[in-house]
């Protein structure tokens, strides 16, 4: 039986061009971009070129590229690299606070908690009920002691849009830079930094057909910041650590090819995403629950997020229902994440105030480039045949 895979915004395959562009780099041109004989100028060579052409399709200069290991540590950096710098203290900065929502990835929330621990304010703003952050929120959080603003642009689990322009306006009006993790808008979305008004954008290359382990972080010129992974001067002293040219190679190649096709991509996913709701709500009615925002214009096109109440009082099991799912061919994750052996329901929608046995039966499913209308076709009727199962 061939199986779907619905779980692209957890990763996506990679390209073959991208394969291609890379394999140089891991073959014949395999010296270290810091080495001034032959072999390392071309592969410092490389890198310029993948730099330049990634700050091309930012709107942003050269120097403004670091490259980093992926989102997470884009993240981690933009936070700690703000916050712990020591041009918090300058005339156009509030302070060493930041202000966030309760519905980021880990990859922002953890360091929040480490900066709190730490002693840096942390504001932590309770989002609307489709996930998203106001610009009229953010505002209202803001004090003397912000240092820093962050908030994603697509959320990862419900695909919910945050209004990332009208979002810097506030901050810039109050002196405060604002950090975007726009992983999930990345070849769906247009991401020039000037037209977005961010000062840090994070960006990771594996959710855009590239390879794992490579992301990008934004900094605009001048933005007051402390390294986070200390070493070597590479990165213009921003990152330390041997570059991994072919990752750095395939992430703009993925980059790019992603970009080009975004607008006709996104039209593309999302019409097969309301098939798939049409479908689901066909089957369940009234006993299902969209998490996602349908309205066409306030969540990305490529996640539906749906969750499973209890029906005379038979709950769902959230891991059984993604085990039966793989079981039926269908590749798809939940928005729970495993702890010490034991699954919780996921922090997003717990933060929505969606009841626990409610969050724990959610599964997320995500589009991708190889998705089909027969594939969503098919992943409706298995979700339909499994919780029909479950629920007896």
Known sequence: MPAVYLDHAATTPLDEAVLTAM????????????????????????????????AALLGAEPGEIVFTSGGTEADNAALRGVLTSPGTSVPDRRGPGLVTSAVEHEAVLRPAEALEAAGHPVTIITPQPSGAVTAEEVEAAITDATGLVSLMAVNNELGTLNPIREIAEVCHAHGVPFHTDAVQAAGLY???????????????????????????LYIRTGMPFAPFVLGGSQERKRRGGTENVAAVVGLAEALERAQQHAEAERERLCTLRDHLADAVRADFGAAVRFNTPLDGEAAAPHILNVSFPPVAGRTVDGEMLLLGLDLAGVHASSGSACTSGAVEPSHVLRALGIPRDTANATVRFSLGRSTTSSDVDFAADQLAAVVGRMRG
């Open 23 to 54: 394999l140089p780099y891991l073959r014949e041109h395999y010296g270290n971009a810091s080495s001034v004989h032959a072999l390392g100028r071309r592969a410092r060579f490389a890198v310029e070129d993948a730099r330049e052409r990634v």
């Open 190 to 216: 247009p991401l020039d930094v000037n037209e977005l008004g961010v000062d840090l954008l994070s960006l990771s290359a594996h959710k855009v057909y590239g390879p794992k382990g490579v992301g990008v």
